[in-house]
C-alpha cells in the first residue's frame, strides 16, 4: 500500500469464511491466528450460540447483553477456564488473574495507585523515554529501516522499568524484552490440547518451553523486592515514589493489611505483562495507520506542533528541546487528533480482541438466557467491527472519536478496555503514555511502511503485526 492510499483504503483484517469452520481447521486456526476463527455471520448477528470444541458458548454483541455480563451482573461471569489455565502459571494471583476475595482485595489497594494524580506523576518517566526512542533513531542515522513493532515493545517496556523500578531492574533491558516477548509468543499460542480441556500432565507437543524465562522474571523481580522492602524498613528508600514502593507500602482500606511477597510478585509481573505488549501495539497500530493516511497524519503533526510550541511559551521553556512543552498545564487537552488515532486504532485493532467469561449460574438477560457453565464470548475484534454497531465498520475513520462525536459512540460497543468492575485498572496511565509517545514521534519523525509490505493482523493473547511492521524513518526538520 502506498503512502497516498486513497481514503476507501480498508486497514488489513483477514478473510472472512461464509461457512461455519469443521473442528480440524477451527483448531489449526486457533493455533496459528485466533482472529482468523471468526466468519462473517459473527460481524452481523448480535447474539448467536455454539456447540464447540470449548463447549457451549453465547457469542454476545448486543450491547446490553454485553452491559450486563461485565456490569450488572458481573459476579456471575468470573474469567473461563482456558484463560486462567493460560495466563495462571506466570501471573499468579495477580490482578489480571485473581477472582473472589483475593480480586476484590487487590483491587482495592492497587486501583487507588492509577488514580490521575499518580499518574501525573509518571509523566518524567513516560517523557525520558520518548525520548531515548528518538535519540536511538537519530543516531541510527536518517532513512534507516526500523521494525516499529519491536521499537513500540521497546518504548513501552522502557516506560514500565522506569515507573515500577525508579531505580531500575538491574537487569539488562535487552534481555528483559527478550524473555518478556518469547514468554507470550509461547503462552499467547493457544495449544489445542488447553482448548479441548485435556488433563496437564499430557504433554503440550510444539509449545516452547518457559520455565527459563519465568526463572528470569522471578528472580529479577525477588532481588529487587528485598533490597526494596529492606530500605522501606530502614528507613533508607529515599523517595522513591514508584510503583513497586507503592506495591509494597499501601494498605488495603478496609483491613489494613500490605500485600504478601507472593502478591507484590504477582502484579509487578502482571504490570509487565498487561501493560507492555497492549499499549506497544496500541501504538504499532496507530503508527501504521498514519502511515497509510497522509492527509490525516499532517493533521496530527500540525496539532502536536501547535500544542508542544504553545506549551513551551507557556513554561518559559528552551525552545531546543522538541518535548518541553509536555509539561504545559492542559497540554493533553489539545491532543485531540492524536487521541483520536489511538482511538481508532484501537478500535480496529483492540489489543485484547477477546474477552471470555463463563457463567456461575443460570441467568437471563431480556430474551436471552444464559445457562450455568456455558462460556460467553465478547470478542472487541467482532464487536468494534459489527455491522448493527458501527457506520463503514472496517475503515479508518479517527474523526468519530473527535470531541462532539466521541460522545455518540455507545459504551458497550467499544471495549479497548473492557468495561465494569474487571475494567483495565491502568488505562488512564495506557493512553497518557500512548498519546505521549506518538506526540513526540509526530513532533520528530515521520514514519512510512516499506514499500509492498504485506501487513496482517496476527492475535496472541495480544493483536500484532505477523513478521513485525519494517518502517522507513525520515527526521522531522520542525
Ligand atoms: C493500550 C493499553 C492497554 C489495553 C488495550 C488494555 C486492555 C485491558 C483489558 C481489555 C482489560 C480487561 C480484561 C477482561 O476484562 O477480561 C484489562 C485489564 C487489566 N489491565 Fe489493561 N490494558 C492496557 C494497558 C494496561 C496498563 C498500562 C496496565 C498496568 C500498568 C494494565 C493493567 C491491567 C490490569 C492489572 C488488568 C486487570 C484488572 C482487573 O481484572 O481488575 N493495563 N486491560
Known sequence: MSATAPQSFHPPAPPRSEKPLGKIEFIRRVWKNQITTWTQKSFEESVYRIDGLMGK????????????????????????????????????????????????????????????????????????SSRWL????????????????????????????????????????????????????????????????????????GKPDVSRELRFFNEAIRDIMSERRAAIASGDAGDARDLLSLLLTTRDPQTGELLNDTLVRDNVLTFIAAGHETTSGSLTWAMFLLSQFPDWRREVEEEVDTALDAGAIAIGAKAEDPFAGFAAPGVFDKLVKTRATLEEAMRLYPPGALLLRQAIADDACGEYKLRAGELVVIAPWV????????????????????????????????????????????????????????????????????????????????????????????????
Open 57 to 128: 458458548a453465547t457469542v454476545a454483541h448486543d450491547t446490553a447483553l454485553v452491559k450486563h455480563v461485565l456490569v450488572d451482573n458481573f459476579a456471575n461471569y468470573p474469567k473461563d477456564r482456558v484463560q486462567r489455565k493460560v495466563l495462571k502459571p506466570g501471573l499468579g494471583d495477580g490482578l489480571l488473574t485473581a477472582e473472589g476475595e483475593v480480586w476484590k482485595m487487590e483491587r482495592r489497594v492497587i486501583a487507588p495507585l492509577f488514580r490521575p494524580k499518580l499518574v501525573d506523576d509518571f509523566m518524567p518517566a513516560i517523557i525520558e
Open 134 to 205: 528518538v535519540d536511538r533513531w537519530r543516531a541510527a542515522g536518517a532513512d534507516s529501516p526500523v521494525d516499529i513493532s519491536a521499537e513500540m515493545s521497546r518504548v513501552t517496556l522502557e516506560v514500565l522499568q522506569r515507573s515500577i523500578f525508579q531505580a531500575g531492574l538491574k537487569r539488562d533491558t535487552g534481555e528483559l524484552a527478550g524473555a518478556m516477548s518469547r514468554y507470550f509468543e509461547a503462552v499467547g499460542q493457544l495449544h489445542p490440547f488447553d482448548v479441548i480441556g485435556l488433563p496437564d500432565w499430557l504433554p503440550r507437543f
Open 383 to 478: 464487536l468494534h467491527r459489527h455491522k448493527l454497531l458501527w457506520d463503514r465498520p472496517d475503515e479508518f475513520v479517527p474523526r468519530r472519536f473527535m470531541p462532539g462525536e466521541r460522545e455518540k459512540v455507545d459504551r458497550f460497543s467499544y471495549l479497548p478496555f473492557g468495561a465494569g468492575p474487571r475494567v483495565c485498572v491502568g488505562s488512564g496511565f495506557a493512553m497518557r503514555e500512548a498519546i505521549t509517545i506518538l506526540a513526540a514521534i509526530a513532533r520528530t519523525f515521520r514514519c512510512d511502511l516499506k514499500a509492498g509490505y504485506p501487513v496482517e493482523p496476527v492475535l496472541r493473547i495480544t493483536l500484532r503485526p505477523g513478521g513485525g511492521l519494517p518502517m522507513r524513518l525520515t527526521p522531522r526538520s520542525g
